[in-house]
């Protein structure tokens, strides 16, 4: 036996401990099961962080928009994925004062196939509290049988009060370029919700305009202008007018931001009496990403509602358009109009074109007062009656 052979053997006690830190660390990171019961939120200063909820049972909720402790308005979009598809392919989400009541609630349709990760894009929307309040933003999915909150995540935010006023890319400000006491005051939707065309806005002036009218330009990105029109203001209003007007324009064919500018014109020329701005986003005409189905895997079903923006007020009936990724059975969708309580107020169907998307009027028992309303879209399997895809959009009535 050669002296190399007679060398005692060490333990190698540093590449043991590296290896027991990384198994350590990947199981906080939830790599090997047993996931953590209570939701995670990210250190407070880390507004790129993701923002995950996590259970035993295999459900994980993952929050990617927007982010932790930024400001956000009366509504703002959330987006993220659930790990797999949740009951009745809906999340349930909840909004909390800074003394912890409910301020709002409703849910979150998340679409995907058994086995494969259910992806959520929803505007939320609630009561405002005091400007500049602390807010809690929270999602998870409802246990059917027990009630039990499965994989719980929650979020601080901050609501800022003056949408009218938000900073712009570049240094500009949104809201009112208005003559002296002059006012034109856009409500509904607030700067950055999701629209379509046509897209329904609200609001009220401080003055009677000329003969009722007031005009409106639509502009894309670029500056170029893809929507104008006229529409008239209720000028019964004492003082001043109230306007609840539906826009129409071209979509442009990508997403990203547009701009409404609203005016009132001056009957002697010149400049205008008064004008407002306010910015608005669009899924662009091209909408859904193409999907290629194969025999064994049919493509997924998904439905987006593209007006009117959640938290606009309505009557009945009320226009929703839209569209879908796929035909559904026989073109129709399901619709149902529910009160914050669940009670029913109407229910019917709605034809989808042969391209996807749809113009529809849904009609409803109108509640006994002013209320939050829940629209509900779905497409169902026509032989199990179970739920292929669906939507929901919260509105005032």
């Known amino acids: 036996m050669d002296s190399a052979s007679k060398m005692p053997i060490r333990p190698r006690s540093g590449l043991l401990t590296v290896v027991l830190i990384a198994l350590f660390v990947l199981s906080g990171c939830g790599l090997f099961g047993g996931g953590d019961e209570s939701p995670t939120t990210p250190a407070n200063g880390d507004s790129s962080a993701q923002v995950t909820g996590a259970n035993g049972a295999g459900q994980r909720i993952t929050l990617v928009a927007p982010p932790p402790n930024s400001s956000v308005g009366e509504a703002f979009s959330v987006r993220g994925a659930a790990a797999r598809p949740p009951r009745d392919s809906n999340l349930t989400y909840r909004v909390l004062d800074a003394d912890g009541n409910v301020i709002g609630e409703g849910q979150i349709g998340a679409i995907g196939q058994p086995g494969s990760a259910a992806p ?13 309040s602390l807010i809690t933003f929270q999602l998870f999915e409802r246990d059917g049988a027990t009630g039990a909150e499965i994989a719980p995540l929650s979020m601080p935010l901050t609501y800022t009060s003056d949408p009218g006023a938000v900073a712009q890319p570049g240094g500009a400000e949104q809201g009112a370029q208005n003559q002296g006491d002059n006012q034109i005051v856009i409500e509904t939707p607030p700067p950055g919700t999701q629209v379509g065309s046509p897209v329904v806005i609200t609001g009220r002036t401080t003055f009677d305009p000329f003969e009722g009218n007031l005009t409106y330009r639509v502009l ?28 129409n324009f071209n979509e442009p064919p990508q997403a990203g931001p547009i701009r409404l500018e609203v ?46 923006p959640p938290g606009t007020q309505v009557g009945s009936p009320l226009v929703i358009t839209g569209r879908t990724a796929r035909l559904p059975f026989e073109r129709n969708l399901g619709y149902r109009v529910l009160t914050q309580s669940g009670e029913e107020l109407g229910v019917g169907g709605i034809t989808v074109n042969d391209d996807g998307s749809f113009v529809a009027e849904i009609t409803f028992n109108p509640p006994a007062g002013a209320t939050p309303l829940l629209i509900e879209l779905t497409d169902r399997d026509a032989a199990s009656g179970a739920i292929l895809a669906a939507t929901t959009i919260q509105l005032r009535y």
């Open 263 to 308: 005016v009132a014109p001056n009957a002697a020329g010149g400049a205008p009496i008064a004008q407002t701005s306010i910015d608005l986003t669009v899924a662009g005409s091209g909408g859904l990403q193409p999907i290629t189905p194969t025999p064994d895997v049919p493509a997924p079903q998904q439905i987006v509602i593209a007006s009117p």
């Open 220 to 247: 894309d990105a670029a500056g170029a202008e893809i929507g104008s029109g006229a529409f008239t203001a209720n000028t019964e209003a004492d003082p001043g007018a109230t306007f609840n007007a539906s826009l």
């Open 120 to 132: 959520f894009e929803a505007q939320i929307i609630f009561t405002p509290p005091a400007p500049g």
